[in-house]
């Protein structure tokens, strides 16, 4: 079973940039499609940012849409998100997931492996 182990989170001043990574392990990490989600206190856990196994396809929520961007290596067994641009309401702690085959990109449930998530905090 792969394990999902995020990091690069911190605290950072509006128009600031992050990039954080998901590091996996075990074997299946190139042959999944994998995405960003986020929750912010007292909220639902939202889908980011999704990419697929090769890397060729990508996905976002439209409030991080030329903002974010997604990415992979798959030789590393690590996904990435640089985040540019950042507001306070980009505030949340960031978990990286793995997608089942099939299954939507935008519900908690198609997603059964997930990391135990950063913190990202945008000051105004």
């Known amino acids: 079973q792969v394990q999902l182990v995020e990091s690069g989170g911190g605290l950072v001043q509006a128009g600031g940039s992050l990039r954080l990574s998901c590091a996996a392990s075990?074997?299946?990490?190139?042959?999944?499609?994998m995405a960003w989600f986020r929750q912010a206190p007292g909220k639902e856990r939202d889908f980011v940012a999704g990419?697929?196994?090769?890397?060729?396809?990508?996905n976002y929520a439209d409030s991080v849409k030329g903002r974010f961007t997604v990415s992979r290596d798959n030789a590393k067994n690590t996904m990435y998100l640089q985040m540019n641009s950042l507001k306070p309401e980009d505030t949340a702690v960031y978990y990286c997931?793995?997608?089942?085959?099939?299954?939507?990109?935008?519900?908690?449930?198609?997603?059964?492996?997930w990391g135990q998530g950063t913190q990202v905090t945008v000051s105004s």
């Open positions: 997931a793995k997608k089942r085959l099939g299954s939507t990109w935008y519900r908690t449930w198609s997603y059964d492996v």
């Open positions: 075990g074997p299946t990490f190139s042959s999944a499609a």
């Open positions: 990419i697929t196994a090769s890397g060729n396809g990508t």
